[in-house]
């Protein structure tokens, strides 16, 4: 850093401007890497007398061909803190296969929520083992349940969401009375591309669900009187607007700040670039049923070729953690990118976490198969796994440092209760492994 400006150090040809494009090459000492032109790169032996110290910006009109490399993982073992364990194992579920988890937040009781491969529903309750299987009220649905499912449930535990993750169709289901409240459509468009949008928000004492009503449209919906809120049709558009919308062109997973100001969407446009934005969700909802598409509360945090559907997580009401650092899925870093949304400038990031988050005072991170295998293309190819991996086990991370401070290979989670701060995991045959961080000054 000199006089507040970012230094890098670069080969003669990015110095003289005889190359138009560089590769970013980590040391593997922290976050410390060099540019290199590509005919540098190949030698892998450049003396260090070769290299000159620019300004970063100065790269800024230049082509970034690949990350190379990986950065250091900072370690900082907090020996204080453990994991306690307790296994159960049902009988009666010893042949029972789950298809999906989901934690019930609205009371101190340990209760999850259970898809079974038999479409059904049931009900444990982990503190006093009682299982209780909810009526058949998915059996006429459109959802394909041989494909993968994703269940949403809203605050108040009222309504449950279940959709196919990669599908066209859902529904919200009304939990106390047991009935269908609305379907979900999102049209049959390349449903392959991007997840299933769908997110419930309390807005004034009263659940609305944010759902995609097409592939290139996203509204919020009053699920009891199946109103659309900020219902618009293209060929509406006024003339004041611009022609070409600045959000996704196809509508994907949302995520909603803790205190219901922003909704950042990861979306896709063509050619093939994911686009992660945030816009005003009051704005949308009370004033401008347009905003999600021109609106002027829209910004764009990150554009990246061939990578969406990556991990997007809230830590407070104004920051947000972003899954990979770089704009290329050919050369993504396992990586926890923090935004500030305000100004949806990158504050800082540090690498190492797996692919799968939850933010809970502390980063628990971890690694599965990308959800992107699970879709298939018309074509019948699978979109690949990602290269950069990360730490393999569950591990847990110092977000403000970014230090790796824990690592359990016991937990594999399935869902995690954010009241009961336990992470559950479906070990088959009918036992689950309940997980829940410990300091050992807080049990001496």
């Known amino acids: 850093m000199t006089n507040g400006k970012l230094m890098v150090k670069v080969c003669k040809h990015l110095k003289d401007k005889t190359a ?5 090459y980590f040391t593997g ?12 790169f190949k030698k892998k032996d450049i003396d260090s007398s070769d290299f000159s110290s620019i300004e970063e910006t100065e790269l800024s009109d230049l082509y970034l061909e690949s990350i190379e490399g990986k950065p250091g993982i900072k370690i900082d073992i907090n020996n204080n803190l453990f994991f306690k364990h307790r296994v159960i194992s049902i009988d009666k579920l010893t042949d029972t296969e789950i298809l999906f988890s989901i934690a019930m937040e609205n009371n101190k009781k340990e209760e999850y929520l259970f898809l079974t491969a038999q479409n059904q529903l049931i009900k444990i309750d982990f503190e006093t083992l009682k299982i209780h299987e909810l009526p058949h009220i998915l059996a006429d649905s459109k959802i394909d349940f041989t494909k993968n499912v994703e269940m949403k449930l809203s605050k108040d535990c009222k309504l449950l969401a279940v959709y196919n993750l990669f599908g066209q169709y859902g529904m919200v289901y009304d939990l106390e009375s047991m009935t269908e409240l609305i379907e979900l459509d999102r049209g049959d468009y390349h449903v392959d591309v991007t997840p299933f949008t769908f997110a419930f928000h309390q807005y004034k004492c009263k659940t609305l669900i944010i759902t995609s009503t097409d592939w290139d449209m996203i509204d919020v919906i009053d699920p009891e009187s ?22 996704a062109e196809f509508r994907s997973s949302v995520y909603i700040s803790p205190n219901g100001n922003w909704i950042v969407e990861d979306g896709w446009l063509w050619h093939p670039i994911g686009r992660i934005i945030r ?3 009051n704005q949308w909802i009370e004033n401008n049923k347009w905003e999600a598409d021109d609106g002027k509360s829209i910004e764009i945090l990150r554009d990246a070729e061939y990578s969406w559907g990556n991990p997007v997580s809230w830590i407070d009401d104004d920051n947000l953690l972003v899954w990979g650092y770089g704009n290329d899925d050919d050369y993504m870093l396992a990586s926890a990118v923090i935004y500030d949304i305000n100004t949806c400038e990158v ?18 991170s971890w690694n599965h198969k990308s959800m ?12 690949q796994e990602r290269i950069d991996k990360g730490m393999e086990s569950f591990s847990v991370w110092d977000i403000e ?7 359990d290979d016991q937990i594999f989670p399935a869902v995690y ?12 045959n009918g036992k689950f492994r309940l997980s829940k961080l410990k300091a050992i000054s807080k049990i001496l």
């Open 372 to 383: 992107w295998e699970k879709s298939k293309m018309d074509n019948g190819s699978y979109y």
């Open 279 to 281: 816009w005003d969700l």
């Open 401 to 407: 440092s970014g230090a790796l401070i824990l690592k």
């Open 226 to 247: 199946k109103q659309i809120l900020t219902k618009r049709k293209w060929e509406e558009l006024p003339e004041d607007r611009s022609e070409e919308m600045h959000g």
């Open 29 to 40: 000492k922290e976050q410390i890497y060099n540019c290199v032109c590509p005919e540098c």
């Open 20 to 24: 138009d494009e560089y590769i970013q």
């Open 347 to 364: 504050k800082y990031w540090f690498y190492g976490p797996g692919n799968n988050y939850i933010i809970d005072e502390y980063l628990f």
């Open 417 to 428: 209760n954010r009241k009961s701060k336990i992470f559950l995991t479906l070990e088959g």
